[in-house]
């Protein structure tokens, strides 16, 4: 599993564009820049959905006024379900990129991978926060599955001077 | 195993979700002594599932209930949270299509309509089809090639019973 000190893993990941989804390299968002990451189980999820999301949204200015060039919103769905999230939760408004890690790629290369079968959810990635500098992580709160307390936003701002 | 006129179908679990959370039904509990039309899509969310796809088979629901049909069951390897997201969005739950969902591809692998298309960032995947099933057997199977939505459409299986 990841931890504090270490480089972040590469992989892709998708995003509707203008001609529709594409992929690029995590490195791109990360290279040169002072990144928040954060990862959750599954678009539309209550949890996800009604909580954990939120969070950063609500703190997307606080993030950017210490320093952050990128929030990122990860989870094992695919573009077009990461797009319409980000259209109906207001995540786009904050400045929030949704992106799609539709392989699960980033998943399996933190080193969190769960599965869920009763609820259909397989590959999915647990919940976790990270503060990244210049690709390497060092922030790192996961969460146990099924608790949302140690990736909330605030959590994760505390933690920044 | 193909999808064709007089091949009864594997049984298979699939994921609704109900009123408490995620729901397993099985295909051969839905198809029992019962009529059904079972359409699939690639995904939930996608542009062509969502403008085209899906509203022929709300336009054509009630044309379906007069030639017999008791449940018209959308299919997609998506998770349940997603697929109800979706139902709602788009007024399908409302029009008394049944979501369901295939999140592990194991029975859209076992009828041979999977797909991968890492470009766009779609994994095991369904082809778009549209199949009438009578207690377990197939009637009427209507099936697309890749990027097409002609054949499975509501309109075109209509034109079938």
Same mark, same amino acid.
């Given at each position: @599993?990841?931890?504090?000190?270490?480089? @972040?893993?590469?992989?892709?990941?998708?995003?509707?564009?203008?001609?529709?989804?594409?992929?690029?390299?995590?490195?791109?968002?990360?290279?040169?820049?002072?990144?928040?990451?954060?990862?959750?189980? !599954?678009?539309?999820?209550?949890t996800c959905d009604g909580a954990h999301l939120p969070s950063f949204i609500q703190a997307a200015d606080a993030f950017r006024s210490k320093g952050v060039d990128h929030i990122l919103c990860v989870a094992v769905n695919d573009a077009h379900v @990461?797009?319409?999230?980000?259209?109906?939760? !207001?995540a786009e408004k904050a400045g929030i990129e949704m992106l799609a890690?539709?392989?699960?790629?980033?998943?399996?290369?933190l080193g969190l991978v769960y599965n869920n079968p009763t609820a259909g959810m397989f590959g999915r990635s647990r919940r976790f926060a990270m503060l990244i500098d210049h690709c390497t992580v060092t922030?790192?709160?996961?969460?146990?599955?099924?608790q949302y307390q140690a990736s909330t936003a605030d959590v994760l701002l505390g933690q920044m001077p | 195993m193909t999808l064709e006129v007089g091949a009864r179908l594997p049984d298979a679990e699939f994921i609704e979700m109900g009123a408490n959370g995620p729901e397993t039904v099985t295909l051969s509990d839905l198809s029992k002594d019962r009529r059904i039309v079972l359409f699939a899509l690639?995904?939930?969310?996608?542009?062509?599932?969502?403008?085209?796809?899906?509203?022929?088979f709300m336009r054509?629901?009630?044309?379906?209930?007069? #030639?017999?049909?008791?449940?018209?069951?959308?299919?997609?390897?998506?998770?349940?949270?997603?697929?109800? *997201?979706?139902?709602?969005?788009t007024g399908a739950s409302k029009s008394g299509?049944?979501? /369901?969902?295939?999140?592990?591809? &194991?029975?859209? #692998?076992?009828?041979?309509?999977?797909?991968?298309?890492?470009? &766009?960032?779609?994994?095991?995947?369904?082809?778009?089809? *549209?199949?009438? &099933?009578?207690?377990?057997? /197939? &009637?009427?199977?209507?099936?697309?090639?890749?990027?097409?939505?002609?054949?499975?459409?509501g309109e075109k299986l209509l034109e079938q019973l």
């Open positions: @599993m990841i931890e504090v000190g270490q480089r @972040m893993p590469e992989a892709a990941l998708w995003r509707v564009g203008p001609n529709g989804p594409g992929r690029k390299p995590l490195k791109e968002y990360l290279t040169e820049k002072r990144v928040v990451l954060f990862g959750v189980p !599954g678009a539309f999820t209550p @990461m797009f319409r999230w980000s259209e109906i939760s !207001g890690d539709s392989d699960g790629a980033l998943a399996r290369g922030e790192f709160n996961l969460d146990e599955v099924g | 690639p995904g939930a969310f996608t542009s062509t599932c969502t403008a085209a796809h899906l509203p022929s054509t629901e009630a044309d379906f209930r007069d #030639k017999g049909v008791q449940d018209i069951f959308c299919l997609s390897v998506n998770d349940p949270f997603v697929m109800g *997201a979706w139902a709602e969005s299509i049944r979501m /369901i969902c295939d999140p592990g591809a &194991i029975f859209t #692998k076992a009828v041979e309509m999977d797909f991968t298309v890492p470009s &766009i960032g779609l994994y095991n995947r369904s082809n778009r089809y *549209a199949v009438v &099933i009578d207690d377990g057997e /197939i &009637i009427a199977a209507n099936i697309d090639e890749p990027n097409v939505c002609d054949v499975s459409t």
